[in-house]
């Protein structure tokens, strides 16, 4: 039934390169920098395939739109294998996925479809230019309301209650603590709890979840927090047995990711309609 199950056979899983990205600092800044208007699990995907082949990473595109650019794919090359978000029709029971109530879900494909600058010759690019990420635009996109902080406890660094949250005006890393409680808030977490966090997070599920955003999140934009998230997902995952791969589950990996780049586009100027390819 599945055209791509060949493909994705050897594409690591999300929570594979969400590990990755937690043990190899600056990995992320490379890949944002590299292919900022791709999805966060796809910089990834390219720029571990880049590593393995030994590609400089660069700007990525498909065959015609290389053509369109006016440079050509070099004869041999072998395109990079991304992932594209697709609605299925449902058919039958499947309880893994999650349906949005009218007989589609949410899924997606492996393609090989795109190649990296290095695999192209022809005429010069026009300089890539970095969009700039503002939470003043953030959040009114992501409608959430930012509340004062009037948590009396002086360890609090910020809290998020249903679609609200607040950052303690002295936190130690506000960035951090903003896209940690923002995480909160678009996962799905305020939905059943308010959470009021301390300079010490807590062991669990949700708390890695909404740490490994802000890893993501301030890797990607160079915002000051992204060795304290580090240092926490990392001594998460070596706890009590030592380094456990299936320590976060591929459906958490899935919704970090997911979170993260909702964050990162919401905070950037409103992107002309252009696809991925
Ligand atoms: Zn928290």
Known sequence: MERHQNISADIPKWSALLIEAVNKPGLIMKAYSAFHSYSIGNQLLAIVQCQMRGLQPGPINTFPKWQALGRHVKRGERALTLCMPITRKRRGENCEEESNGEGTFPSFVYKSRWFVLEQTEGQDLPPQVIPDWEDNRALPALNVERIPFDST????????????????????????????ELAHVIIGHTLEADFADTEKTPRSLREVEAEAVALLCCEALELEGADYCRGYLQNWLYQGIGFDASAIPEKSAQKIFRAADQIIRAGRPREKLDAED
């Not at 998020?160 to 303690?168: F, L, M, P």
């Not at 890393?173 to 940690?180: A, D, E, G, I, S």
């Open 153 to 180: 406890d002086g360890n609090c660094q910020g809290f998020a209650r249903k679609r609200q949250i607040a950052i303690n005006p002295v936190a130690q890393l506000p960035h951090k603590t903003l896209f940690h």
